[in-house]
């Protein structure tokens, strides 16, 4: 699949089959997460990679509305450094993750992190040391249904010249 395909077609997916990721696709999904750019090329983030049932089930039981985690048989959490612009830095990874994912032929669902009230919870749970924080996890998997609401038409978004 080519990136704009990648781009075009990727969409949350909450529901998975139970057929695992191996671990060469999520060190791929990583690996590209990590070419992500990031300010000053600083690349504040570190990644962990989390394929057991029991984690994942807790983390679904720590964020809110996330129960489904526990049917995700991978997940990638971003656990990022606090510099100035690590929210974007974050972000660009997380994305680039989730279009890797597309790309492999997974389904992925970006569930937020840093400025949320479970944030510092989560960051313990998975054994992040401070300063790091939780900047995103993005649950990984084969979909096991078709995912995704209709975007806006372009038409309907665009503005030139003046909004």
């Not at 695992?20 to 070419?35: G, Q």
């Not at 720590?62 to 929210?87: C, E, K, M, T």
Request: proline share 6%; glycine share 6%; hydrophobic share 45%.
């Amino acid at each position: 699949m080519d990136a704009i395909e990648a781009i075009k077609t990727r969409r949350s997916v909450r529901a998975y089959t139970k057929q695992p990721v191996s671990r060469d696709v999520l060190l791929d999904l990583v690996d590209c997460a990590r070419m992500a750019p990031s300010a000053m090329n600083q690349q504040v983030w570190e990644f962990l990679i989390i394929t057991s049932k029991e984690t994942m089930k807790r983390l679904g039981e720590l964020i809110p509305n996330s129960a489904w985690l526990a049917n995700a048989p991978a997940g990638i959490a971003v656990i990022i450094r606090p510099v100035s612009f690590y929210v974007e830095d974050g972000a660009a990874a997380t994305l680039s993750l989730m279009l890797a994912a597309r790309a492999h032929g997974l389904g992925s669902c970006w569930v937020s992190g840093d400025k949320q009230p479970y944030a510092e919870v989560v960051k313990r749970a998975l054994g992040a040391p401070d300063p790091y924080k939780f900047m995103s996890l993005v649950a990984v998997g084969y979909a096991a249904e078709e995912a995704g609401k209709e975007k806006r038409p372009l038409d309907s978004l665009v503005h030139w010249e003046k909004f």
